[in-house]
Each structure stands twice: as structure tokens, then as C-alpha cells.
């Protein structure tokens, strides 16, 4: 519901939102369908199976819009897995993403005790004492 499904799909400024006839599950289901199919033809392997750096550069093009596809690859990748991807990492874990609290302790972030407002103050540019133990909602519940 809310969402425009009649056509035309045209290419438009970025202010237009994602012009597609595909939903956004549709889409994303697509364009990992057709990001695999280059890296088998290219490498002989899907994407998850490529070295670090051959799927790094292969980002870089796909995000760049280097890439054809059946599907617009430079609009599936900034509009929607790589917002997804940040909100799966910085995410609370009780919500299934950011396992470990490995981001937030790769960014030093305490989890819920940032709330303090205070202590943001204080700490700026400075390592936060709690920091090293983030602490999810799920830790005081």
C-alpha cells in the first residue's frame, strides 16, 4: 500500500525515489540473482566464494553503475543493500543483525548508554570507558 505500481518507468533524478515495476523484495532478490550470474561468468564462482578484493572491486563497480544487468545495479546497491547493510550493522542486536556488538566495538560505541547526554559530552574524541562491553537493550532486560 502507498507504493505506485501503474508505470511509466522512466530513469529519473534521485529526488524520485527508485523507479521500478519490481517491489523492493522483488528488486533485491533480483539484483543478487544477477550480481551472481557476473561473478560466475567472470570468475566461476558466486560472489560469496570470490577473495576479499575480487568482491570488494565488484562493489565498487556495481556501485558505481558500471555494471549491465537486467536489473539497474547501481540503484539496487545504493538504494537498497547498502542502507540495509548499515542498519543491520549498527542495529541493537535483539533486532538479528550486529552479532557480537562487533561494530559498536569497532567504533567504540557503548550501545544504550549513549543515551547519556552527559557522558557524550565528556567523552568526545575520547575513548568511552564502556566501550569495550556495549550494552544492547537486550542486556537490561
Given at each position: 500500500k502507498g507504493?505506485?505500481?501503474?508505470?511509466p518507468w522512466i530513469s529519473g533524478p534521485p529526488e524520485m525515489g527508485l523507479q521500478s515495476p519490481l517491489t523492493?523484495?522483488?528488486?533485491?532478490s533480483a539484483g543478487v540473482?544477477?550480481?551472481n550470474?557476473?561473478?560466475?561468468?567472470?570468475?566461476?564462482?558466486?560472489?560469496?566464494?570470490?577473495?576479499?578484493?575480487?568482491?570488494?572491486?565488484?562493489?565498487?563497480?556495481v556501485e558505481s553503475g558500471k555494471?549491465?544487468?537486467s536489473v539497474p545495479l547501481r540503484d539496487w546497491f545504493n538504494v537498497i543493500v547498502y542502507?540495509?547493510?548499515?542498519?543491520?550493522?549498527?542495529?541493537?542486536p535483539m533486532y538479528g543483525g550486529n552479532h557480537g556488538k562487533v561494530f559498536w566495538k569497532m567504533l567504540g560505541y557503548p550501545g544504550l548508554p549513549a543515551?547519556?547526554?552527559?557522558?557524550?559530552?565528556?567523552?568526545?574524541?575520547?575513548?568511552?570507558?564502556?566501550?569495550?562491553a556495549?550494552?544492547?537493550?537486550?542486556?537490561?532486560s
Open positions: 507504493r505506485y505500481m501503474r508505470g523492493p523484495a522483488q528488486l533485491y540473482q544477477a550480481v550470474a557476473i561473478c560466475v561468468q567472470r570468475h566461476g564462482a558466486a560472489f560469496d566464494q570470490l577473495p576479499p578484493a575480487q568482491a570488494e572491486a565488484l562493489l565498487h563497480e555494471l549491465d544487468a542502507p540495509l547493510f548499515v542498519q543491520g550493522c549498527f542495529a541493537d543515551t547519556h547526554a552527559q557522558d557524550i559530552v565528556r567523552y568526545r574524541g575520547k575513548p568511552y570507558p564502556g566501550a569495550a556495549p550494552k544492547s537493550m537486550l542486556d537490561f
